[in-house]
Nanobody
């Protein structure tokens, strides 16, 4: 059974930092594309960042230069380091994977939230003074 468990969210002031973690199990993590997405209040799910098994990383324009995605294949965990946070980053953040179906994902389709079959429960990030 695929499981994704996020942690690390919280309340932070504008300009601050947070690091989110996602512990994964139930699939071959090291070869799987992993992504982070977020959902702001009243808005749809937005892809934020993704990382391939070889460590290649991609980011939405809205977070490029501020967020860094990374993975530790030894402990099946993906991270999202978020710096210089802005109020518009306030959202529930989810990690996602396609698991065994990840081979169909391309550099283009990795930005589509519909490409992912498994999602964590989410962690709330609130940026406010």
């Amino acid at each position: 059974e695929v499981q994704l468990v996020e942690s690390g969210g919280g309340l932070v002031q504008p300009g601050g930092s947070l690091r989110l973690s996602c512990a994964a199990s139930g699939f071959t993590f090291s070869s799987s594309v992993m992504s982070w997405a977020r959902q702001a209040p009243g808005k749809g799910l937005e892809w934020v960042s993704g990382i391939w098994g070889d460590g290649s990383t991609y980011y939405a324009d809205s977070v490029k230069g501020r967020f860094t995605i990374s993975r530790d294949n030894a402990i099946n965990t993906v991270y999202l380091q978020m710096n210089n946070l802005k109020p518009e980053d306030t959202a529930v953040y989810y990690c996602a994977t396609a698991g065994a179906g990840g081979s169909r994902i391309t550099i283009v389709t990795m930005t589509f939230v519909s490409s992912y079959d498994y999602w964590g429960q989410g962690t709330q990030v609130t940026v406010s003074s």
